[in-house]
């Protein structure tokens, strides 16, 4: 068939812009060019192993995950109320939910920067009300409330979409037998929402774990996450081996998580890919 | 009782958490004073300002311009792939799917770096036409995600009419196949051209040499403190992606409207 030649000026362009830049990162972080030429090295790699940089690594995934367990938390019950049957105007507020995901995300960032500030909204409120002054700018909490800020509907509508698809029955089936809601919950509904909580955790986690510019708005100049490190080796201090060395360990965990995570999700499907 | 109202409370304080910080935001672009906690009046200074700032002119007019051709570009080589991709089979099916896939899985910032190492590596300047190639790459999987659909649910019996009837193959095509699936290469385009607009993360690693689009504008602003003019353009910005929005979405449900309809008929 020679339709499928169409499709060669566009894999030309994946594999030039796509794949050739990730084996870039591959080569970048396991050579080492100085005066007596390019040879292999290990000390990228190594160096990304180092206590201080261990210490930057450790503390975006704490950060990732405690943010990834409050998208969870709150938005679980959102996703139950709004895949609720009795909801009126379910459109609405579901199109209403959706809608701040298109405003830039940096624009959501900087709102909380102007909110958060000492003489800021928050704090002028506080102190008409006479209570004492909110000052979590510039900490990890501010980068938090960020991150939750900003990656919430990636909990929600994953699953949402799946709490939608759960048959009516299987709860009717469970009240019927004898279930308490409660116990509802925790054996029919939560087991089959597995699925959309996995994909939810997936998409709060990694964009929460690869940023840096939550970290560089809401954490101050001298906030570090894996995201500023790669940031700065690349744009100010000019160490692309270092630099890469990151991006590929980044690279890989994320692609490692996401394969467990994934594969659990399978296990309970049935199906089993790996 | 009880239930229905923590659940309309839950719902109220959620969408108050959502919405809040984003209103805010927008009202303070009118604010007098720059102070951030008081409002003094209402005024159009930022917004002033905003449109005699040279920079930002210059910022505008490259994110505009990038949007316009990669989304363009994207099109017409995510439209081809498509078509291409929906006559193959097996092994070649799955790879190119899978290559597609690739920008989507990958974090921005590693796409970012790693299309700077490529430019530096190949000894292109960075700058507006590096900008251009990485906004390609990354628009050109909603394209490919969006035509799919619509071909995968073309029968092949109009085409092989068309031909019987004498046409050849390019004509068949033009006049049966791309019709058909012109809903999805607009919707594409249009989320393409979204993509490009919004995007910061690759942009920043992608760019040089004075060349810089809105987002990257805003990120530098941000970086020194609070300026009234960055709610300005963040107020107009969420406007034009808005109006963008609603055209996706009005095409979208007349799209579906369409399909129901032929079901019905059946």
């Known amino acids: 068939m020679k339709k499928k030649l169409l499709t060669y000026p566009y894999l030309l362009w994946m594999i030039i812009f796509t794949i050739i830049p990730l084996f870039l990162v591959l080569y970048f972080s396991v050579v080492q060019t100085d005066q007596f030429g390019t040879r292999f090295t290990s000390e990228h790699l190594a160096r990304v192993f180092e206590p201080i940089y261990l210490k930057v690594i450790f503390r975006s995934i704490a950060l990732a995950l405690v943010s990834t367990f409050f998208c969870l938390v709150i938005g679980y019950p959102m996703a139950m109320i709004l895949a609720s049957r009795e909801l009126k105007k379910r459109d609405i507020l579901v199109i209403l939910f959706v809608l701040p995901m298109w405003m830039n995300f940096l624009a959501r960032t900087y709102a909380w920067m102007t909110l958060l500030e000492n003489n800021g909204i928050i704090n002028q409120l506080l102190l008409t009300l006479g209570l004492p002054t909110l000052n979590i700018l510039y900490t990890d909490k501010a980068v938090i409330l960020g991150m939750v800020y900003n990656f919430l509907p990636f909990m929600v509508l994953p699953i949402y979409s799946v709490l939608r698809k759960i048959d009516r029955s299987l709860l009717e089936a469970a009240e019927d037998l004898g279930a308490t809601p409660v116990s509802t919950f925790f054996k029919v509904i939560f087991p089959l929402s597995l699925p959309g909580v996995v994909s939810g955790i997936i998409m709060v986690f990694m964009p929460a774990v690869t940023t840096f510019v939550i970290s560089r708005l809401l954490g101050g100049g001298h906030y570090m996450l894996i995201g500023n490190l790669i940031e700065q080796q690349f744009l100010a201090t000019g160490n692309w081996g270092f630099g890469s060395a990151l991006s590929l360990i980044l690279m890989a965990f994320l692609l490692l998580t996401m394969g467990i995570m994934s594969r659990t999700d399978k296990d309970r499907e049935g199906g089993r890919l790996w | ?266």
């Not at chain 2, 949007?67 to 099109?75: D, E, M, R």
Request: glycine share 4%; net charge positive.
């Open chain 2, 1 to 266: 009782m009880v239930r229905s109202f923590l659940i309309k409370s839950y719902t109220f304080l959620i969408y108050f958490f959502l919405y809040a910080p984003i209103l805010i935001l927008m009202i303070f672009s009118f604010n007098n004073s720059k102070s951030r906690g008081n409002w003094d009046g209402f005024t159009l200074k930022w917004y002033a300002e905003l449109f005699q700032d040279s920079q930002i002119a210059s910022a505008l007019y490259y994110t505009l311009l990038v949007a316009v051709l990669s989304s363009l570009i994207a099109t017409i080589l995510g439209t081809l792939a498509a078509i291409g991709i929906n006559n193959m089979r097996g092994l070649p099916k799955m790879i190119t799917l899978n290559v597609t896939y690739l920008p989507l899985l990958s974090p921005d910032i590693v796409m970012g770096v790693s299309l700077m190492l490529l430019f530096i590596f190949i000894k292109l300047q960075l700058g507006f036409l590096t900008m251009l190639f990485a906004h390609i790459t990354f628009n050109l999987p909603f394209v490919v995600f969006s035509v799919l659909p619509k071909l995968r649910q073309l029968s092949n019996e109009t085409y092989d009419a068309a031909l019987d009837l004498g046409a050849t193959p390019f004509e068949a095509y033009k006049k049966v196949i791309l019709p058909q699936i012109s809903p999805g290469i607009v919707t594409g385009f249009l989320l393409a051209f979204t993509m490009s607009f919004d995007d910061f993360v690759v942009s920043f690693f992608t760019t040089g040499s004075g060349v810089s689009n809105l987002a990257i504008e805003i990120y530098s602003m941000a970086r020194r403190g609070i300026n009234p003019k960055i709610n300005a353009l963040l107020t107009l910005m969420f406007i034009c992606i808005m109006l963008l929005l609603l055209i996706v979405n009005y095409r979208m449900s007349k799209d579906s409207n369409k399909e129901t309809d032929v079901k019905i008929i059946k």
